[in-house]
């Protein structure tokens, strides 16, 4: 899976013509409207992926992909607003614990304060560890059914994230992102890492796209 991931952005005849096109909008993502473009050819590439389509997505259909990236964009503000909702939680919880800090009762406050502060910090940790590894499979999923309803039909997510092939993709992805991207993201010194770090999101969305795909034994193929 990982050779496979790591060949994709260079397969097919316009390979450097997508690079150099996803390299360029990777730049001008400050203007907003690029990163929508950029978004969705993520999206491209899941979908492709995960309908077993082995060809690397061209940048055309300029259209198709805004309307792509800014559902892509939706939910992602999904995600932050959960991950809102989760630290105020916490922050309740931490409240709650200032508060018995300033019981005069037989409870040691600062005791009491501490275990909720760390049951705070703990909850948070688990809800960003678990977001982290389920919402790659929505968008998957989502650009599998070219559905945002699809992202949230939590019977087909899971189906696919909670398996041994996507847990190997999601570990393949930290691995990608922490080498690749590492050794991308000083190039870009040299300008060539810009290039560098759109190909090793492409790698990362073929590992989440092939990894839920294979979960889910969309095309019968053995992974």
Known sequence: MLS?????????????????????????????LPWFFLQ???????RGVTNGDPDLPQFDDWVELLIDGVKLFVLN???????????????????????LAGDPSGVDPGAASGRLGLLGIVVFAVAVLLLSYVVPAMFANFAREDSLVAAFDLSTVLSGALTREYLIAWVLVIAVSLVLGTIASVLTLLLVGIFGLFYVQI?????????????????GAEY
């Open 77 to 99: 503000v999904f995600v932050v607003i959960v991950l809102l909702a989760v630290q105020i939680a916490v922050a309740v919880l931490l409240g709650a614990g200032s508060l």
């Open 203 to 219: 790698a990362t969305y073929y590992l989440f796209g092939r990894g839920f795909a294979a979960g889910l034994d969309a095309d």
């Open 40 to 46: 969705g050819y993520y999206v491209r590439v899941l």
């Open 4 to 32: 496979d991931a790591l060949r994709y952005p260079l397969d097919g005849e316009s390979w450097v013509r997508t690079i150099l096109i996803g390299g360029l909008l990777t730049v001008l993502s400050v203007l907003v």
